[in-house]
């Protein structure tokens, strides 16, 4: 098994906007630049009934803003489309993403076909982990990477409710050679 421990990934990120927040975009693109690569492309993925001068505010802070329709999904499609020709990181509007998260991703890439999501834990009250969600089908959208070029020959998320969408896609993908890849300590908040 050989790891990507010696050379850098080619990546961008797509930020999902469900809700045309411009203060969290920007939040997420600052964080971006500040933290990870001030050269990181991004893409923002919003949703259909985005104004145009919504559109116009977006595109000051990231000239690359596209309307997808009205799900997480097509979000997803239309970013996914629109982003990086290689590496792309899924991000939700208002992430802040800290120093090293592509580091950390870069550890487990050995090839295109792989898809990677990060491990995201439940605490109680106390602290303690009371539920770990640790495979692709139940994990956290928010940090998942794959390659532009894997998801094209996977095909696009369909119009289902999320959980039975990616469960499809994930059977889809697997057929196809890929394998995911559950990622612990993302640095995402």
Known sequence: MQLHRDKSLNYGFVILSPDRD??????????IKRNDDIN???VVAC??????EEMKEIKEICSECHRGKNTITSLINKGMLKGH??????IIEG???????????ARFVENEKDILF????????????VNTHANFIDSSINGLMMHQGTFKSIGAFG?????IERLLWAT????KGCRFKAILGTKLI
């Open 159 to 163: 119009d289902n409710p999320l959980e």
């Open 22 to 31: 411009i203060g969290r975009i920007k939040t997420t693109i600052n964080s």
């Open 118 to 129: 990060p491990i995201v834990m439940d605490y109680d009250r106390e602290g303690n982990v």
């Open 47 to 52: 949703s259909q009934d985005t104004t145009a």
């Open 85 to 90: 020709k290689e590496w792309n990181v899924i």
């Open 40 to 42: 990181a492309s991004c």
């Open 95 to 105: 992430t802040v993403v800290r120093r090293g998260v592509m580091q950390k991703y």
């Open 172 to 175: 889809e993908a697997m057929e």
